[in-house]
């Protein structure tokens, strides 16, 4: 009976996590259709809501946000409408700081999670996984000597809230493993290994 209950629980689990988060990323995104005229919207057309839509009408605008601001016009557009949104006092903090998060982890040429560090945290015999943000700025520059990497290490198994940190770059070891496959071992706590790489050794010298 023990057996079969745990069998059970390793199937169903999962496919329930994944069908809540699914359906709190959905719900969330059909948050669309407010913007929608009254007469518009499913309720209103049919009689009754159709899950899903909104998040096409998501996708769309984000696409369409995208095509229209990639060329000279969509530029300027949105050159001028940053310059209005810095003239409001309290906004303009607020979208300066938002906004420098979202470029550094989505632009292309950003460096924000694009490397697995392994680093001794909390303390020096003990050991977690990180990953390297950039290296220090701004006046913390002046008080660090030497050469400093700035670090992210995210909590298990919420990997979206975690620590920052400014380390030596010699007490943070870079690895052989994908950003994917380190949130991955984080998010199970240990249990969703990556595989295993053998550490590769130094080519012999040709003997002529």
């Known amino acids: 009976m ?24 959905i719900g969330t995104m059909d948050q669309s259709l407010l913007i929608l005229p009254k007469q518009w919207q499913p309720r209103e057309l049919f009689g009754f809501d159709i899950p899903g839509l909104g998040t096409i009408l998501t996708v769309l605008i984000v696409f369409v946000t995208g095509l229209l601001t990639n060329n000279l016009v969509g530029n300027y557009v949105v050159r001028m409408w940053e310059k209005l949104l810095q003239r409001i006092p309290v906004v303009s903090s607020l979208y300066g700081s938002v906004k420098q998060v979202s470029d550094t982890l989505f632009s292309s040429s950003g460096n924000a999670f694009r490397k697995a560090v392994l680093l001794p945290y909390p303390h020096a015999d003990s050991w977690t996984i990180g990953f390297l943000t950039g290296v220090p700025g701004g006046d913390v520059r002046n008080h660090l000597v030497g050469d400093f990497v700035s670090v992210y290490v995210p909590t298990t198994p919420n990997p979206t809230s975690g620590f920052f940190l400014m380390l030596e770059r010699s007490r943070v070891i870079e690895l052989d493993m994908s950003v994917d496959a380190a949130l991955k071992y984080i998010v199970s706590m240990g249990v969703v290994a990556p595989e295993h790489l053998p550490v590769k050794s130094p080519a012999a010298p040709e003997i002529n």
């Open 2 to 25: 023990r057996k079969y209950f745990i069998t059970g629980l390793l199937v169903l689990v999962p496919l329930a996590i994944t069908a809540w988060v699914l359906n709190l990323v």
